[in-house]
């Protein structure tokens, strides 16, 4: 079965590869027009490992996110888009989480590998 899933992604690589960067310009296109960042999107109150991440990163970038998100849904109620000039001051793909969340998510494998519970996880006896 390992076989035909290399061979299966070995077929579909050239497409993936075609794909990918229109694919990534659509998202930051879009993601422009409310001045968002793509990590922006991560919901904290769904994934813990994105919620310790963002407990790990300094106060500054954690209220910029907020600002963001904030202009985002303010934009988005009113139905409009940021003016054309302040689109292109935006970086939608510039990654300000992934290191820290990696970090977490590497720690969580450990544990999980020593057979042991998440550091800020508590059990009443």
Do not use: C, W
């Not at 993601?31 to 310790?52: A, H, I, S």
């Not at 300094?58 to 849904?73: F, G, Y």
């Not at 003016?83 to 977490?104: A, C, G, H, I, S």
């Amino acid at each position: 079965m390992a076989a035909k899933g290399g061979a299966l992604a070995k077929l579909f690589d050239p497409l993936v590869r075609f794909l990918a960067p229109r694919y990534q310009a659509v998202v930051s296109q879009e993601l422009r027009k409310y001045g968002m960042r793509y990590e922006d999107l991560y919901d904290p109150q769904l994934d813990l490992d994105v919620e310790e991440a963002l407990k790990r990163m300094p106060q500054e970038v954690v209220d910029a996110r907020n600002q963001r998100l904030k202009r985002a849904q303010d934009i988005s109620m009113k139905h409009t888009e940021l003016p054309k000039d302040m689109q292109q001051l935006q970086t939608p793909l510039n990654f300000y989480l992934r290191d820290t969340l990696e970090l977490v998510k590497l720690e969580n494998d450990e544990r999980l590998a020593l057979g042991t519970g998440k550091a800020f996880e508590r059990h009443l006896p």
